[in-house]
């Protein structure tokens, strides 16, 4: 784990769209939005 690895891990994993900090905001707010539709038709 030398100090070139880690900054050089970091960028790359941050960019990347898969990351959970970025996956979580994007896909909280659009469940909110199905959360009450689809709790109607279950209703």
């Given at each position: 784990?030398t100090p070139?690895?880690?900054?050089?891990?970091?960028?790359?994993?941050?960019?990347?769209?898969?990351?959970?900090?970025?996956?979580?905001?994007?896909?909280?707010?659009?469940?909110?939005?199905?959360?009450?539709?689809?709790?109607?038709?279950?209703?």
């Amino acid at each position: 784990m030398t100090p070139t690895d880690t900054p050089t891990d970091d960028p790359p994993d941050n960019d990347q769209p898969h990351h959970p900090t970025t996956t979580r905001p994007t896909s909280v707010a659009p469940p909110a939005d199905v959360a009450p539709e689809l709790h109607d038709e279950d209703a």
